[in-house]
T-cell receptor, first 115, second 112 residues
Framework: DTAVSQTPKYLVTQMGNDKSIKCEQN?????MYWYKQDSKKFLKIMFS???????INETVPNRFSPKSPDKAHLNLHINSLELGDSAVYFC??????????????FGPGTRLTVL | RKEVEQDPGPFNVPEGATVAFNCTYS??????FFWYRQDCRKEPKLLMS???SGNEDGRFTAQLNRASQYISLLIRDSKLSDSATYLC?????????????FGRGTQLTVWP
């Protein structure tokens, strides 16, 4: 009965490779997010989709491309991985009601290590 | 200047102690305020929202001071299970739906 799930949980790869992280939520939420938590533990939003439409696109390199095939899924593809991409990536989801904020539920995170 | 500033700690307290965390936010037009909890190597989870009049949830009390732009979290009768990182979270007024700004978190360790 996992609410927000991510795969893989751990990802170790070489510089220059391309990788994807998948996220799925079964909560019926209409908004999904990608966050990055770096080694200093700052949690920073990268992207947000509402009903499959991109609504938040923070200043991240073009190498990062989110894709939302439907409201329950938000994937993150990263091209040409760099050492600085090493971090924990969290997916989250929430329900919007009348434009107001509602609690965000986070997935377990994907720990990416670029060698 | 970061949107949300927190003392990273760590705070090390014995069981039963009372501990308080503060955080400050830079945008005076901020609208919504929260405390999230993050256990080691786990995802953040909402602990409680923070209301203007202050609010309590069991052993946890949250306060908001808009004039000074700070938020506090008080934990009474600390338990071992309270050991975690506590994240102060703010949503600016008029921000894009769902945009949250997180502090770097305050680490709490409760020892027996």
């Amino acid at each position: 009965d996992t609410a927000v799930s991510q795969t893989p949980k751990y990802l170790v790869t070489q510089m220059g490779n391309d990788k994807s992280i998948k996220c799925e939520q079964n909560l019926g939420h209409d908004t999904m997010y990608w966050y990055k938590q770096d080694s200093k533990k700052f949690l920073k939003i990268m992207f947000s989709y509402n009903n499959k439409e991109l609504i938040i696109n923070e200043t991240v390199p073009n190498r990062f491309s989110p894709k939302s095939p439907d409201k329950a899924h938000l994937n993150l593809h990263i091209n040409s991985l760099e050492l600085g991409d090493s971090a924990v990536y969290f997916c989250a989801s929430s329900r919007t009601l009348g434009g107001s904020y509602n609690e965000q539920f986070f997935g377990p995170g994907t720990r990416l290590t670029v060698l | 200047r970061k949107e949300v500033e927190q003392d990273p700690g760590p705070f090390n307290v014995p069981e039963g102690a009372t501990v308080a965390f503060n955080c400050t936010y830079s945008n005076s037009a901020s609208q919504s305020f929260f405390w999230y909890r993050q256990d080691c190597r786990k995802e953040p989870k909402l602990l409680m929202s923070v209301y203007s009049s202050g609010n309590e949830d069991g052993r946890f009390t949250a306060q908001l001071n808009r004039a000074s732009q700070y938020i506090s979290l008080l934990i009474r009768d600390s338990k071992l299970s309270d050991s975690a990182t506590y994240l102060c979270v703010v949503t600016p007024r008029g921000s894009t739906l769902g945009r949250l700004y997180f502090g770097r978190g305050t680490q709490l360790t409760v020892w027996p």
